[in-house]
């Protein structure tokens, strides 16, 4: 470590303090409120929770709060204080087709069950700066619709292809045992169970560069969007001492299914196939990443060739964790003087080799 250096333990302790300073900004401006946080920056409060595996919107704010809005730092912060967590249960698999819908759209049909619902997204935005949010006390104009309330239940439009038998049914191996990651180690070949779990707390840049790479030719993905949905989600556990499901929570949840047109082979006929995105909070961008790589990853289960990274499981998933890849490349600043001068020692040598050879070289030359 560097306690060897100048100040020692004395001027670690000091980096503690001026990262408090730097965190604190100008004094004479107000500090941030954990509420303003998770209010205003709510996107990134979202991406900590997801990354983080913890869903506490509070917690997720202090961490970004901590971290400077350094989101790669909040996520490790929050991951690390999940591990002092205890587990009090399991709760009951979650049911989203009884998502209380605030945003729903599909790319596959123009009318469907429940109409489209555009909700809360930049996908109509101009990209232009709004200098209006840099005016302290204006008032804002509030959204008004006209739609009525959707239903309770709204159908996926995944249930319309699967009704008409042109959509793939997800495999049942009828184990009710779902692998834990945060549990139990990694292992290849992965069940999708396991690949899903690391896809949703994979690092939203490395998915996307992966789902981008599918779609370019590396992975044969041409997909469609069957249906991206945004709301709230009831959260269950069934308690040993009463034996029946009671909800403990809502939380908002999103979800991406993502078609893709599928060949067939002499076991099986053309049909569409799909891809599986869920996270915490409003990661659309996250969970369309997600759904194209789980329909990239499962090539070999549907006698794809597997050629392309986005398609090799153990490549994927032994890098896609932010928290673990933040950890390796972390570690490089710390002292490596051992490492370095054994190389240094070694160049040297093959150096001083490679001179006196070209020097027997132009001897031999000039003779």
């Known amino acids: 470590m560097y306690v060897a250096v100048k100040g020692g333990e004395q001027a670690i302790l000091n980096t503690h303090k001026m990262i408090s300073e730097a965190r604190r900004g100008d004094p004479a401006i107000a500090e941030l409120t954990l509420t303003q946080i998770s209010e205003q920056l709510r996107l990134a409060v979202d991406r900590v929770m997801a990354e983080g595996s913890v869903y506490d919107r509070e917690l997720a704010a202090l961490a970004l709060k901590q971290a400077?809005?350094?989101?790669?730092?909040?996520?490790?912060?929050l991951r690390a204080y999940r591990t002092t967590l205890p587990r009090i249960a399991m709760s009951e698999p979650v049911d989203t087709s009884r998502m209380t819908i605030r945003r729903r759209i599909s790319a596959t049909f123009k009318d469907v069950p429940g109409g489209?619902?555009?909700?809360?997204?930049?996908?109509?935005?101009?990209?232009?700066?709004?200098?209006?949010?840099?005016?302290?006390?204006?008032?804002?104009v509030r959204a008004t619709s006209a739609a009525e309330p959707l239903e309770e239940n709204v159908p996926r439009v995944v249930d319309l292809l699967h009704h008409e038998g042109v959509l793939q049914e997800d495999n049942d191996d009828g184990n009710d045992e779902v692998?834990?990651?945060?549990?139990?180690?990694?292992?290849?070949?992965?069940?999708?169970?396991?690949?899903?779990?690391?896809?949703?707390?994979?690092?939203?840049?490395?998915?996307?560069?992966?789902?981008?790479?599918?779609?370019?030719?590396?992975?044969?993905?041409?997909?469609?969007?069957g249906e991206l949905r945004l709301g709230e989600v009831t959260v269950e556990i069934v308690p040993e001492e009463l034996g029946f499901p009671i909800a403990i929570a809502d939380v908002t949840v999103t979800e991406c299914q993502m078609i893709n047109s599928f060949q067939g082979t002499a076991e099986q006929p053309p049909q569409f196939t799909r891809g599986y995105g869920l996270t915490f909070?409003?990661?659309?961008?996250?969970?369309?990443?997600?759904?194209?790589?789980?329909?990239?990853?499962?090539?070999?289960?549907l006698g794809e060739d597997v050629r392309h990274p986005a398609q090799n499981e153990e490549f994927v998933l032994s890098h896609a964790d932010n928290v673990e890849g933040n950890g390796l490349i972390t570690h490089y600043k710390?002292?490596?003087?051992?490492?370095?001068?054994?190389?240094?020692?070694?160049?040297r040598q093959l150096r001083a080799e490679y001179e006196a050879a070209?020097?027997?070289?132009?001897?031999?030359?000039?003779?």
Do not use: C, W
């Open 68 to 77: 400077q809005g350094d989101a790669m730092e909040a996520i490790f912060l």
């Open 358 to 367: 070209r020097a027997v070289q132009t001897k031999e030359a000039a003779e």
């Open 334 to 347: 710390l002292p490596h003087y051992v490492d370095f001068q054994a190389e240094l020692q070694l160049v």
């Open 179 to 225: 692998f834990d990651l945060t549990r139990q180690p990694m292992s290849f070949p992965a069940g999708r169970d396991q690949r899903l779990q690391s896809l949703a707390r994979a690092d939203e840049g490395f998915l996307l560069g992966l789902a981008y790479s599918t779609t370019r030719g590396y992975g044969f993905n041409h997909p469609f969007v």
């Open 281 to 301: 909070g409003h990661n659309e961008g996250k969970a369309m990443s997600m759904s194209l790589v789980d329909r990239s990853l499962r090539a070999r289960e």
């Open 116 to 140: 489209q619902v555009l909700g809360p997204t930049y996908d109509y935005t101009h990209r232009l700066l709004d200098f209006e949010l840099a005016a302290e006390g204006l008032e804002r």
